[in-house]
T-cell receptor, first 116, second 112 residues
Framework: GAVVSQHPSWVICKSGTSVKIECRSLDFQATTMFWYRQFPKQSLMLMATSNEGSKATYEQGVEKDKFLINHASLTLSTLTVTSAHPEDSSFYIC????????????FGQGTRLTVV | GDSVTQMEGPVTLSEEAFLTINCTYTATGYPSLFWYVQYPGEGLQLLLKATKADDKGSNKGFEATYRKETTSFHLEKGSVQVSDSAVYFCALSDQRWGKSTFGDGTTLTVKP
């Protein structure tokens, strides 16, 4: 089956530093990847949609300059949290979808970010 | 826009009890419907899915039927176990664009 791998699974960083999270599709080409954020005991909220080779589309209220998304290849998308602050601490999950309509998106295992 | 409404929790049941978690949705077009399970500190695991009306998804004793007339996708299990304790998310996926919309999640606790 389709496998999406996210790395790292958890990270602790200092306030003001940047953190990069990778999302890889291991056995299929992901033309579209999605990034979600989950606060403790809450649901997942879509942050942005990225298509390979083009700029990401951000949901309303998501700062594009803070959450940099790069989807440079068909198997890799990255989310960089720039100048992280404690309020950015959250669970970030990616999903990836192939190029055929009616195919589902497959989720990574998530990255827990803690900013201290 | 699309939305998913899930039965509020938390839900606490005794082992071997019957489980129902209600889920209704609003969407344009014909979405695919999913149930995901999340154990503490972990990511999402796909529990089951249905891609068209009247489809029944099933896995590990859990079932849900895609009801277009009532826009529902209720999750059921005949006999829950302690190991079923987790957070359950109902979700829909836009078949054209692939992005997912999630319900708020329902926390299930099963006591021995």
């Amino acid at each position: 089956g389709a496998v999406v791998s996210q790395h790292p699974s958890w990270v602790i960083c200092k306030s003001g530093t940047s953190v990069k999270i990778e999302c890889r599709s291991l056995d299929f080409q992901a033309t579209t990847m999605f990034w979600y954020r989950q606060f403790p005991k809450q649901s997942l909220m879509l942050m942005a949609t990225s298509n390979e080779g083009s700029k990401a589309t951000y949901e309303q209220g998501v700062e594009k300059d803070k959450f940099l998304i790069n989807h440079a290849s068909l198997t890799l998308s990255t989310l960089t949290v720039t100048s992280a602050h404690p309020e950015d601490s959250s669970f970030y999950i990616c999903s990836a979808r192939g190029d055929k309509l009616d195919t589902e998106a497959f989720f990574g295992q998530g990255t827990r970010l803690t900013v201290v | 826009g699309d939305s998913v409404t899930q039965m509020e929790g938390p839900v606490t049941l005794s082992e071997e009890a019957f489980l129902t978690i209600n889920c209704t949705y609003t969407a344009t077009g014909y979405p695919s419907l999913f149930w995901y399970v999340q154990y503490p500190g972990e990511g999402l695991q796909l529990l089951l899915k249905a891609t068209k009306a009247d489809d029944k998804g099933s896995n590990k004793g859990f079932e849900a039927t895609y009801r277009k007339e009532t826009t529902s996708f209720h999750l059921e299990k005949g006999s829950v176990q302690v190991s079923d304790s987790a957070v359950y998310f109902c979700a829909l996926s836009d078949q054209r664009w692939g992005k997912s919309t999630f319900g708020d999640g329902t926390t299930l606790t099963v006591k021995p």
